[in-house]
């Protein structure tokens, strides 16, 4: 393959775009309460996480780390992790979703049950019914 975004010259298949860009991120307070307010979710031992259409043509990521989880290292340390398996594993997720994943206190995972959890937690917080966001009126 010649570039990184060019098609391989054997096969012909473009190689997918892995990079985490800054659009691709969740930041902003209002966006998180929005996720929060729908109230699509889904959890296990490690994440919770939140879901929300965001009618864009890719997914989003939003991180909340509490410091029950731990020091500043330990909670860098899993959002690292859990921002890798995003990045890693963009393709396999639902498009058009703004995911935001909330990490319950205990030991940090590997970025592999980062990646597994991401992925059946989006799927399953999907198939969920959720609440109409609220709109403010005039």
């Known amino acids: 393959c010649v570039g990184y975004h060019e098609p391989c010259v054997n ?10 860009r800054k659009q691709e ?3 902003l307070r209002s966006e998180f309460d929005r996720i929060y307010a729908a109230r699509r979710f889904a959890s296990n031992d490690k ?3 939140y879901i ?4 864009l043509g890719y997914s989003r990521l939003g991180l909340s780390v509490s410091r029950k989880v ?7 340390l899993i ?3 859990i921002k890798e398996a995003f990045r890693k594993n963009k ?5 058009g979703l703004d995911i935001l994943c909330v990490v319950k206190p205990g030991q940090p995972a590997t970025e592999r049950l980062y990646a597994e959890s991401l992925r059946l937690l ?7 019914p959720g609440k109409t966001p609220p709109t403010s009126t005039p």
Do not use: S
Not at 70 to 76: I, Q, W
Not at 122 to 128: E, H, K, L
């Open 52 to 55: 929300l259409e965001n009618n």
């Open 11 to 20: 096969t012909g298949d473009k190689i997918p775009d892995r990079r985490f």
């Open 70 to 76: 731990g020091g500043a290292v330990v909670r860098n």
């Open 79 to 81: 959002r690292r992790r």
């Open 122 to 128: 989006a799927a399953r917080a999907t198939a969920r």
């Open 25 to 27: 991120r969740i930041r």
């Open 91 to 95: 393709t396999d997720l639902p498009v």
């Open 47 to 49: 994440l919770t996480v």
